[in-house]
């Protein structure tokens, strides 16, 4: 480790040892100024929201072309379970229900750039669900009737935080005790297979479960592929939130109260030292986290991701790897009572964070227990051994002394900090720097609004990627992602940080702060302009004194003429900041009154979009999708999983790729694959009810939310609920009853689609439908079981056939004469071949050939009489699983084919879906006739 930091440190030396020789004792000032900037301008909650959710339904379509795969690896693996109960086990294999971001990069703590990449992985946690409902007792329950099963019991293990999973006993069940349930080393390698016979090109960056290793050629650590349930309603610490610290707003009220309701998910991973650990599964607790880190002070946040870009600049051990959940623990003195207080509250910047952060840790990992945050009984860092302790202490305390200089490292990384270094070498007092710092964060408000600017060519990419994934499936997510990227917003926060950070007698004649609705505040960003030099100006505008006259021709220019905007000179602050900060009124000045400076903006134009074209790409389309299944369709799928899982027996190579191609086929049939790409595209299901934290206030911490990501949120999106959120109870009395007949009506048409769809279920529980399920399902082994024959015969004639060819070779090498080639060195023989030989070795080419050819002739006739044998025989099943189940319908007429009974459930779920619609819409009309009235009343 030490040789690792000589060599770092010393091109860190290089690299950041003038800037913070530049910036003097109040180097800290850099990193606590931009890296809270970067933070607050690239992290906020809705944006980050809004970035996972569009992963989220890029995830959800690209799976649709390998659902067939995963639902015959589910099927397969479950009809090999050693032991089966009828009475207590579903007889449907889990299901696929949504995939969820979750790790660093759904929390926002990753080192990804755009354009640049980063290291860190992207976790997809895939959340599973089955035909059974959960128990939780610590005791083992009491036997059931067959009537409630399947039910499942997360059944505590000996080490906190570990559970193994059995199925409830029924009253009518022959075993003595509970039998496993899914057991982890059984989903592991489910995971596993589906990986590698998923993704056989991209094996390496699609890993089951949690992984450290990552491919260097790409520009992301790769994505990890986590198999979760979720347990809705369990909490496993009972004293949890009753423990968790009061005083303050960390987390909310709100969160504090919903998360344990909520549940936790359980992920296929057992504990290093344990006897079941094959079997067992890890709580986790990646929603609770990320929420959490969502509602920690930008500070806070800034100073965890900077902690952990350190680590990995540093190269020693690395504590990273720990995730956020190494952060957010509670002690006696840490994250409880008045101690959460100074850690949420009274931090001064990013460096105290980072170094409270070091302290804790070395403690924690002193005393040899880390608890987590959310249950304490779990220690964190239980995996670790004692010179593993001291390692990750020595590289803490090695990232203590050379704080400053990795800071700013981690500072140069994410900007140019070149300005720093102007105007001279010596060391520059706090007052100075201070003003340095505002005049470069100024200069970053300009030349991002420029860059971001509405109709910046780069948006162009950055529509194509959004609007298909978030236009349907969550527009308001969509209009704030927009907002948080275009150029007001991040002109705002640099602005916001320039006002903050310098000298107050720098910008003693500004006017004072407006106070507007509520807590939002105005500030007047004109003083701010006054700090800029002339260089500055030269570098912004390129040309300042043809700007300057032509800003002095627009000035005389008629006011309707006038561009929009433009009031004052530009030597004054309040014409400096028309210019600047006016996106488009900049670009026009640039091609109007600097033509010289269009090929620069062009550049950066095309420099932007080109970073931007690497990371923002099109979803995949319906049709991509289509081609994709019926590729899948035309080749060998037994091959492809022999090829690419060997391990796998014959007998389950044919069974897999036999129900991978019937599967296929049933989504490729009819418009099953349409509605399930527009159900992807258009319905984000919000499984981990994140939405809730951003489209609504918590009215007990909106007081206290003062630094958090949710506090300009909140307060917009309250003014434009307020307006909708408005039940009948509040109407008018005309409207009111029209708007109760509205609802009596809806509520009749429901009750008749739910009579159906009851109807339709009944028939599913209809004892007939189980004889159908039995004979399919013996159908189903019949096909399997002839499948595996014929392949066996295949397979057979194939291996018959290459043993003739090889004896049949082997013939023509003895009767045809072997010349003689001589090596290097060797004498040449003397040897004339005579007209009669050649003649005899003519016929005898001649003879093979007509050997060959007719051997040939006999395997294609046997390869056809083989298929019309096999396919006889096939066609000979399958009418009679046809008179099987003609003579079923007519025993038992009220039975329906289970396709028909699927496309009727579908028509009966898309009806109550489009009356669903079809209320909303009136009752928006209504709402929107009741404003309009009460409009023109006033």
């Not at 709100?254 to 079941?276: K, Q």
């Not at 009031?567 to 014409?575: M, Q, V, W």
Request: glycine fraction near 6%; charged fraction near 30%; aromatic fraction near 6%.
């Amino acid at each position: 480790m030490q040789q690792n930091w000589r060599r770092v440190h010393k091109k860190l030396n290089r690299d950041a040892g003038r800037l913070v020789a530049r910036c003097g004792s109040a180097a800290h000032l850099v990193a606590d100024t931009m890296l809270e900037a970067h933070d607050m301008k690239g992290n906020p909650g809705l944006m980050r929201q809004a970035y996972n959710t569009a992963l989220e339904v890029e995830s959800a379509v690209r799976s649709l072309v390998k659902r067939p795969l995963l639902s015959a690896l589910t099927e397969t693996r479950a009809a090999a379970a050693t032991v089966r109960c009828r009475h207590c086990q579903p007889r449907q294999p889990l299901q696929l229900v949504s995939w969820n971001a979750s790790g660093s990069n759904a929390e926002g703590l990753e080192d990804f750039i755009i354009g640049d990449g980063g290291t860190s992985d992207f976790d997809m946690m895939l959340e599973f669900d089955g035909p059974f409902r959960w128990t939780t007792p610590r005791v083992e329950p009491a036997d059931i009737d067959p009537q409630s099963a399947p039910q499942l019991w997360a059944r505590p293990t000996s080490n906190a935080g570990f559970v193994t999973l059995h199925w409830v006993r029924t009253d009518r069940c022959g075993h003595e005790e509970p039998l496993e349930a899914l057991p982890g080393d059984f989903v592991r390698r489910l995971m596993e297979d589906y990986c590698r016979a998923g993704y056989p090109d991209e094996a390496h960056l699609h890993r089951p479960g949690k992984s450290t290793s990552k491919d260097q050629a790409r520009k992301d650590g790769g994505v990890d592929l986590v198999f979760c349930l979720l347990v809705r309603g369990w909490w496993p610490e009972p004293n949890w939130p009753a423990g968790a610290p009061r005083g303050t707003n960390f987390p909310s009220a709100a969160a504090r109260d919903e998360i344990p309701r909520f549940g936790v998910h359980l992920v296929p991973t057992g504990r290093w030292d344990s006897e079941t650990k094959n079997i067992e599964y890890r709580i986790s607790l990646s929603r609770a986290e990320l929420l959490a880190v969502r509602q920690l002070p930008h500070v806070l946040r800034a100073a965890v991701k900077t902690l952990k870009d350190r680590e990995k600049r540093a190269e020693g051990e690395r504590v990273s790897h720990r995730r956020v959940e190494v952060v957010l623990h509670q002690d006696g003195g840490a994250l409880a009572g008045p101690g959460a207080a100074r850690w949420t509250v009274d931090l001064t910047g990013v460096t105290d964070g980072v170094h409270r952060l070091l302290d804790w840790l070395e403690r924690r990992l002193a005393e040899g227990w880390l608890p987590c945050f959310f249950y304490p009984d779990i220690d964190v860092a239980a995996e670790l051994t004692a010179e593993q302790r001291q390692a990750i202490i020595g590289s803490l305390r090695l990232v203590r002394e050379h704080s400053t200089l990795l800071m700013m490292a981690c500072c140069e990384k994410l900007f140019n900090l070149s300005a720093l270094l102007e105007d001279g070498t010596e060391p520059l007092s706090e007052r100075q720097l201070r003003l340095h710092l505002a005049r470069m964060l100024i200069r970053l408000a300009v030349s991002f609004g420029i860059r971001y600017r509405p109709k910046a060519p780069c948006w162009q990419f950055w529509w194509s990627w959004s609007i298909p994934r978030l236009a349907r499936a969550a527009p308001y997510l969509l209009q704030w992602l927009h907002h948080n990227m275009s150029a007001p917003h991040q002109q705002q926060c640099y602005l916001l940080m320039a006002w903050s950070v310098v000298d107050p007698a720098d910008l003693a004649d500004s006017e004072p702060m407006t106070p507007q609705v509520g807590n939002t505040i105005t500030v007047d960003v004109t003083p701010l302009t006054r700090l800029l030099t002339e260089s500055d100006l030269e570098l912004l505008l390129g040309d300042p004194r043809g700007m300057t006259t032509w800003w002095g021709r627009q000035l005389h220019r008629p006011l309707a003429e006038r561009p929009a905007g433009l009031t004052a000179e530009l030597d004054t602050p309040r014409g400096r900041a028309e210019l600047l900060l006016r996106p488009g009124l900049l670009a026009r000045a640039i091609s109007e009154g600097a033509p010289s400076e269009i090929s620069w903006q062009r550049e950066l134009d095309w420099r932007v979009c080109k970073r931007w074209a690497v990371n923002f790409r099109p979803l995949n389309t319906y049709q991509w999708c289509r081609e994709e299944l019926e590729c899948d369709l035309s080749r060998d799928l037994q091959h492809s999983i022999r090829v690419n899982l060997p391990e796998m027996d014959g007998p389950t190579v044919v069974a897999t790729a036999g129900l991978w191609r019937r599967r296929t086929q049933q989504l490729l049939s009819g418009d099953r694959l349409r509605a399930a790409y527009d159900a992807a595209v258009s319905r984000w299901p919000d499984r981990w009810q994140l939405l809730q934290y951003y489209l609504a206030e918590d009215k007990t911490d909106s007081q206290d939310s003062t630094r958090g990501d949710r506090d300009g949120e909140v307060e917009d999106v309250k003014q434009h609920r307020d307006k909708e959120e408005q039940t009948s109870a509040g109407l008018p009395h005309p409207h009111r009853q029209k708007w109760q007949l509205i609802e009596e009506q809806h509520q009749q048409r429901w009750k008749e689609l739910e009579l159906q769809h009851q109807q339709l279920w009944q028939e599913l529980e209809y004892p007939g439908h189980e004889e159908r399920m039995r004979m399919d399902k013996q159908h189903e082994e019949e096909r399997r079981d002839l499948d595996r024959k014929h392949g066996e015969k295949w397979q057979d004639l194939g291996k018959r056939h290459y043993e003739e060819r090889i004896e049949l070779h082997q013939q023509h090498e003895e009767d045809t004469e072997c010349l003689h080639v001589p090596t290097r060195g060797q004498p040449q023989p003397q040897r004339s071949v005579t007209k009669g030989q050649r003649k005899q070795q003519a016929r005898r080419q001649r003879k093979q050939r007509r050997q060959w050819e007719t051997m040939e002739q006999q395997h294609a006739a046997q390869w056809t009489d083989l298929g019309k044998k096999l396919r006889k025989q096939w066609n000979k099943m399958e009418r009679r699983h046809q008179q099987e189940s003609q003579e079923l319908e007519k025993r038992l007429p009220s039975v329906r084919l289970e396709e028909e009974l699927e496309r009727m459930l579908e028509e009966c779920s898309s009806r109550r879906q489009k009356l669903q619609v079809e209320l909303q819409k009136e009752l928006d009309g209504q709402l929107e006739e009741r404003l309009e009235g009460q409009q023109e009343d006033a």
